[in-house]
């Protein structure tokens, strides 16, 4: 029998690679913390889309409600340029909060983290609070994806509540990791 067929050596081999290269799949660790990449890419995911819908909603507003200058009248209505800009800074809020979820870092391996914390029970609870942050960032996304700019306008309110909410979840995982 040739011995790529003996499970011992070789899997003492593959084990050998593992942790010689520094890391190995099957850890728990490592799958928590690709699940925590998985998720907040999940979370980015889902802000882009709102901030899509959030770009569209503003672009269709302005070609809709703001009229070409004319002799009688040069400059557009300021209630519409000033709902515009509402568009505008939400999309900017909401591509922001993608952005930093996409950078939020994951505790390292080190000693000093050994010490002082579990890795496995740290990137649980990380996973506790990103399946929060995906549930915001749906909820935001069904409110503004495919509306209308002037539906978007009236809950401007509730979707700057979501905002604010999704950067408190945002602080409360950095936290964490301090």
Same mark, same amino acid.
């Given at each position: 029998?040739? /011995?790529?067929? !003996?499970?011992?050596?070789?899997?003492?081999?593959?084990?050998?690679?593992?942790?010689? =290269?520094? =890391?190995?799949?099957?850890?728990?660790?490592?799958? +928590?913390?690709?699940?925590?990449?998985?998720?907040?890419?999940?979370?980015?995911? +889902? +802000?882009?889309?709102?901030?899509?819908?959030?770009?569209?909603?503003?672009?269709? $507003?302005?070609?809709?409600?703001?009229?070409?200058?004319?002799?009688?009248?040069?400059?557009?209505?300021?209630?519409?340029?000033?709902?515009?800009?509402? %568009?505008?800074?939400?999309? /900017? !809020?909401?591509?922001?909060?993608?952005?930093?979820?996409?950078?939020?870092?994951?505790?390292?391996?080190?000693?000093?983290? @050994?010490? $002082?914390?579990?890795?496995?029970?740290? %990137?649980?609870?990380?996973?506790?609070?990103?399946?929060? %942050?995906?549930? @915001?960032?749906? +909820?935001?996304?069904?409110?503004?994806?495919?509306?209308?700019?002037?539906?978007?306008?009236?809950?401007?309110?509730?979707?700057?509540?979501?905002?604010?909410?999704?950067?408190?979840? %945002?602080?409360?995982? @950095?936290?964490?990791?301090?």
């Amino acid at each position: 029998m040739s /011995r790529f067929y !003996e499970a011992g050596p070789l899997a003492q081999v593959g084990i050998n690679l593992f942790y010689g =290269y520094g =890391y190995n799949f099957y850890r728990q660790e490592n799958q +928590l913390r690709a699940d925590d990449q998985r998720v907040r890419q999940m979370a980015c995911s +889902l +802000l882009g889309r709102a901030r899509a819908g959030l770009d569209e909603a503003e672009s269709r $507003y302005r070609r809709e409600n703001i009229a070409p200058p004319t002799r009688a009248n040069p400059f557009p209505d300021p209630a519409v340029v000033a709902n515009a800009q509402a %568009l505008e800074r939400l999309g /900017r !809020e909401v591509g922001g909060l993608e952005g930093l979820i996409r950078h939020q870092p994951v505790p390292e391996n080190d000693r000093m983290a @050994q010490r $002082y914390r579990q890795e496995a029970a740290t %990137l649980a609870m990380l996973a506790e609070k990103d399946a929060v %942050l995906v549930g @915001q960032a749906e +909820l935001l996304r069904s409110l503004v994806e495919n509306a209308a700019a002037d539906t978007i306008l009236v809950s401007k309110s509730e979707i700057e509540t979501g905002i604010a909410a999704i950067a408190t979840t %945002l602080r409360d995982r @950095q936290t964490f990791l301090l």
